[in-house]
């Protein structure tokens, strides 16, 4: 069985394995950049905090959200304390929050959404408060967010 190879149709070959080589190191180099968001674990980690760090639920007010090419982040917040489970800030309190400049690693940055509350670590640094997308940001209507505060609750009351 004799192959007949059409010479005229060597380049457009070449062409077409240039354009797949290429639309799969596109492909690639996208996925690399892809954020994840960290999985909720079945307790909250507290042993993982700093001694400084603020624990609460806070309802957010007003959002300033960033919208990129890659994702959406919150770049500050304004929210009233619901609830303090560590730290100084009071219930009541309002404060203003904005995210630490941090090495992504792959996380997802935090996005916050007015008028919604969250259980999250606030970091006092340099008289400001801040958030990191390495610390869970738990919202009031996920599942696990009430688990978290009754362990908390009964933790503290303990305490």
């Not at 916050?112 to 969250?118: K, N």
């Amino acid at each position: 069985m004799a192959v007949n190879l059409n010479l005229n149709t060597m380049p457009m070959l070449k062409l077409a394995y240039r354009f797949i080589v290429v639309l799969l190191l596109f492909l690639a180099s996208a996925y690399a950049f892809a954020c994840k968001v960290l999985p909720l674990p079945n307790e909250y980690p507290i042993q993982e905090l700093s001694y400084r760090d603020e624990l609460v639920v806070v309802y957010i007010n007003r959002v300033a959200n960033v919208h990129s090419e890659m994702y959406a982040y919150t770049d500050k917040f304004e929210g009233k304390i619901v609830k303090s489970y560590r730290g100084t800030l009071n219930v009541g309190e309002n404060i203003v929050a904005s995210h630490m400049l941090e090495e992504a690693q792959a996380a997802c940055p935090v996005h916050l959404l007015e008028g919604e509350a969250y259980l999250m670590v606030l970091k006092p640094i340099s008289g400001q408060l801040k958030y990191s997308r390495f610390n869970l940001y738990v919202n009031s209507k996920s599942k696990l967010f009430t688990t978290y505060v009754n362990a908390l609750q009964a933790n503290t009351r303990g305490n």
